[in-house]
């Protein structure tokens, strides 16, 4: 944990319709620096972004569940990422007011970045297209962050969170890796490697991401477009001291198609970003 901090100002009262349940409250990780956020809006507007890639039986699942939480999110934005089977046609007529893009370089980091900088709202929820997130979630996120929190880490393994698909040997793996990203990081996470996060559009200038104009290199991709963004983002978030709530959350099965996840690849990339990540903040103190 970092050492303790001049509070923070007053932020307002949790409005009741997002008053959190003794049961599923967040955890607060850390203490934040000092910054004023007295723009921050007691109810702000919710932008969910939606990347995508090949999804298309899952969108006709998941975007009425989203458009149909309560209170109503602001805008769903859905990135793809050249699709072969329709998935922007499938969003468009599933929910005729989602917001479509199709991403600039490839990579799910490149999409995550296009979503953001076409956000609206004040504040940006990453939701995956697989249907293992649950919309219902939604105000649990934005809750911790009316509270205070800058940053909603969803947590499969904080009190009242769970999942129905994680593997032993994932879990043991995401164990190992939180406990390196706590030693480097001076964080408490339960659940490094979940991807159902939110935090306020305010803080995306502190993430520095790569932008989505910038050319794509002829062999490779830039750094913080591949699959490491979800990492690079956590990483960022507590090297810019930015206050940190876990909210737990139930991970379901994939609904349709065929994971992505390569336990062992993916746990290497993991830790090369830890530690490239490390040297970034070492190198910028």
Excluded at 54 to 63: G, Q
Excluded at 135 to 151: C, K, N, Q, S
Excluded at 187 to 209: E, H, I, K, R
Excluded at 218 to 235: H, P, Q, S, Y
Aim: overall charge positive; hydrophobic content about 40%; some cysteine.
């Amino acid at each position: 944990m970092s050492a303790v901090l001049p509070a923070r100002p007053a932020v307002p009262a949790v409005p009741a319709h997002y008053a959190p349940s003794h049961e599923t409250a967040p955890r607060a990780l850390r203490r934040p620096s000092p910054r004023p956020h007295q723009g921050r809006s007691a109810y702000p507007t919710v932008s969910v972004v939606v990347p995508t890639r090949n999804e298309a039986r899952n969108l006709e699942v998941i975007l009425p569940a989203i458009a149909a939480v309560r209170p109503a999110v602001h805008e769903i934005i859905v990135v793809d990422g050249n699709s072969t089977d329709g998935s922007l046609d499938v969003a468009r007529r599933v929910l005729p007011s989602v917001k479509t893009i199709t991403q600039t370089r490839k990579g799910k980091g490149n999409a995550m970045a296009c979503g953001f900088a076409a956000v609206t709202g004040d504040v940006v929820v990453m939701f995956d297209a697989d249907g293992s997130a649950d919309p219902a979630e939604i105000p649990r996120f934005v809750e911790a962050l009316v509270a205070g929190a800058d940053f909603a880490k969803g947590s499969r393994f904080a009190t009242g969170g769970g999942s129905d698909d994680i593997t032993l040997l994932r879990k043991t793996g995401n164990f190992g890796l939180n406990g390196v990203a706590n030693a480097l990081f001076g964080t408490s996470y339960t659940d490094l490697c979940y991807g159902y996060n939110a935090f306020w559009a305010d803080v995306l200038p502190l993430l520095d991401l790569p932008p989505i104009d910038a050319p794509a290199p002829a062999e490779g991709m830039l750094w913080g477009d591949g699959f490491e963004i979800e990492t690079v983002l956590n990483c960022r978030i507590a090297t810019a001291r930015l206050k940190i709530t876990e909210v737990p959350s139930m991970e379901r099965q994939r609904m349709f198609g065929e994971t992505n996840l390569r336990t062992f690849v993916d746990g290497a990339r993991v830790l090369r970003t830890l530690m490239s990540e490390h040297r970034r903040q070492s190198s910028r103190r």
